[in-house]
């Protein structure tokens, strides 16, 4: 449910209305934006709460550094290709190569 607060009139004549959201419970009210009054035109600014940006963000890195973690911690699914392996198996090739 939007809340309207009191008209206050600026020294140039622009009346602004605030907007905030009840909250539930108790919960307060959150800032949703103000409106903006004049003889020219009437604009809405809305109110953006950066702390919400920021959480979004810490929370995707942390994500990020989790599976990154996991992928190093883990090993992969495929064989583990070092020099030893890599020449039994050239070393195979050749001998099943002269086989034939």
Not at 28 to 47: D, F, K, L, Q
Not at 48 to 77: E, M, Q
Not at 87 to 95: M, P
Request: charged share 20%; with cysteine.
């Amino acid at each position: 449910m939007l809340v309207f607060g009191e008209p206050y009139e600026a020294s140039n004549g622009t009346v602004i209305v605030t907007v905030s959201r009840k909250g539930w419970g108790s919960r307060p009210e959150r800032p949703v934006g103000i409106y903006s009054v004049s003889a020219e035109n009437t604009a809405w600014i809305p109110a953006v709460d950066t702390s919400l940006h920021a959480l979004i963000g810490v929370c995707t890195g942390f994500a990020a550094a989790v599976i990154g973690t996991i992928a190093v911690l883990r090993r992969p699914p495929w064989p583990e290709m070092t020099e030893r392996v890599m020449t039994a198996i050239a070393e195979a090739r050749i001998a099943e190569s002269r086989q034939r």
